[in-house]
């Protein structure tokens, strides 16, 4: 999913039965946009969400995955870039009652802020049983000095060198050559 625009609030629901798989690669590139997304995962469900935007206004996002039946797995990744007037919060949340065994879940989120607005990140396991592999990290601020470091010292000026770490953290993990031409298409919009 690609989406470019003006004001919104949107809400989705996958509704995972047993045995099924969604991937899901979208990017945002909107201005003041309010997105609820809830996942249902049923026996041995699998569900793959990886979001990427380039934040220039307030955006929020809330993402509920209910763990409804045993042995499902979750894999959510979101990574934004906050520039300019950009403020992004992202909340996930993830839950598993008790006799819900099996599930695997894993939340991974990042902003990299490169103005002194505020963002937020709120990652939730509300688990109540003990036979389950639950992770999650959070990581708000700029890219790591090792890395920019790195490419400073092989004669990458600094505006190149950023250039080249927000290609890497927009781009990866997308497989469509589609969505990485558009996603493109914004980060030569901000960083020529």
Wanted: aromatic residues 10%; contains cysteine.
């Amino acid at each position: 999913e690609y989406k470019v625009g003006n004001k919104g609030k949107i809400q989705y629901t996958y509704n995972l039965n047993n045995n099924s798989l969604i991937n899901i690669y979208k990017f945002n590139k909107c201005i003041n946009i309010r997105e609820m997304i809830n996942f249902i995962l049923n026996n041995n469900a699998e569900a793959y969400y990886n979001f990427k935007s380039i934040s220039t206004d307030k955006e929020l996002y809330d993402i509920d995955v209910r763990h409804d039946g045993e042995n499902s797995i979750s894999d959510i990744k979101n990574n934004c870039v906050n520039i300019d007037n950009g403020k992004v919060s992202i909340q996930v949340s993830s839950y598993v009652e008790n006799g819900i065994k099996g599930c695997t879940i894993n939340q991974n989120n990042r902003i990299i802020n490169l103005t002194n607005n505020k963002c937020e990140i709120r990652p939730n396991l509300y688990i109540k049983e003990y036979d389950v592999e639950a992770n999650h990290s959070a990581l708000i601020g700029g890219f790591n000095s090792d890395e920019m470091f790195y490419l400073l010292s092989r004669g990458i000026s600094e505006e190149e060198a950023n250039k080249l770490l927000i290609n890497g953290f927009l781009l990866s993990n997308i497989d469509s050559p589609k969505m990485i031409k558009n996603i493109s298409k914004y980060i030569k919009e901000y960083w020529r």
